[in-house]
């Protein structure tokens, strides 16, 4: 899974350098913001959006989870900016949901590797 780089020099980002960077579309990103998955995004003096850093880690979130087809319901918040704490406490429970999506697909897995087993050595199946 390939993440995307946030610029590290940079303190602000339009729309369009996030949509460059990230690869979404506006619309994405205004639903994602509606959602509130990437809490507040800060407007300039022509009432623009300008994302953070923050918002576009939490971007990164939104595009693992929808690469992974984890619900994105686990992102929302209030939108305010979390504690330590709680952050971790999220990370944990992002990881916990992961976990239980890998043992899933390791499952699956060999649910599969025992069927072209079988089938192998069976041909007339």
Known sequence: MQLFTIPADQTAFSTKEVVAITKMTKDALRYYEQQRLIGPV?????NYRQYSHQN???LQFVATF??????????S????????EQRIKELRSYRTTVQEQIAHLQATDQFLAHKIAY???SPDH
Request: hydrophobic share 30%; charged share 40%.
């Open 56 to 58: 576009l880690e939490r």
């Open 66 to 75: 929808r690469q992974l087809g984890l619900d994105l319901k686990l992102l």
């Open 119 to 121: 089938f192998k050595a």
């Open 42 to 46: 800060p407007r300039d003096h022509n």
């Open 77 to 84: 918040g209030d939108g305010r900016i979390p504690s330590r």
